[in-house]
């Protein structure tokens, strides 16, 4: 398997007003922000286009569990299903089932210190 993460492709925090902190980050550092946060679209080295999502959720979201963090990461990958299985081969603890929708694949799984993390294996194109 060749590349395993290809970049960043969210990062998302719990806090105690999303809309407030939204708010915020576009009057002082200009972020296009809307109902989920900020898209930052960029291009690949191939010049393919791709998005990092910025996303503030509620603090008592459920959504990053089974950790207990602050924060959840999401990585872009290039092969969810296989990556998922050389991963749980590893011993890496895999949270959930593969979910898939319009603009891709989501799989979770843990690290060592109990973050959870979002692996996207994306359409790009479905958000343009």
Same mark, same amino acid.
């Given at each position: 398997?060749?590349?395993?993460?290809?970049?960043?492709?969210?990062?998302? *925090?719990?806090?105690?007003?999303p809309d407030k902190v939204k708010d915020w980050?576009?009057?002082?550092?200009?972020?296009?922000?809307?109902?989920?946060?900020?898209?930052?679209?960029?291009?690949?080295?191939?010049?393919?286009?791709?998005?990092?999502?910025?996303?503030?959720?509620?603090?008592?979201?459920?959504?990053?569990?089974?950790?207990?963090?602050?924060?959840?990461?999401?990585?872009?990958?290039?092969?969810?299903?296989?990556?998922?299985?050389?991963?749980?081969?590893?011993?890496v603890t895999i949270v959930g089932e593969i979910?898939? *929708?319009?603009?891709?694949?989501?799989?979770?799984?843990?690290?060592?210190?109990?973050?959870?993390?979002?692996?996207?294996?994306?359409?790009?194109?479905? *958000?343009?």
């Amino acid at each position: 398997m060749k590349n395993r993460v290809t970049g960043l492709g969210g990062f998302f *925090f719990k806090t105690k007003d999303p809309d407030k902190v939204k708010d915020w980050y576009k009057t002082h550092l200009g972020l296009n922000t809307d109902q989920y946060g900020c898209t930052f679209w960029w291009k690949d080295k191939e010049g393919k286009d791709c998005s990092t999502q910025w996303s503030p959720f509620k603090e008592n979201t459920t959504y990053f569990q089974p950790s207990e963090k602050q924060f959840m990461m999401n990585f872009r990958v290039e092969n969810l299903v296989e990556l998922l299985e050389e991963l749980k081969k590893e011993g890496v603890t895999i949270v959930g089932e593969i979910q898939e *929708f319009d603009y891709g694949k989501f799989g979770y799984i843990m690290d060592l210190e109990g973050n959870k993390l979002e692996l996207w294996e994306p359409v790009d194109s479905a *958000f343009q």
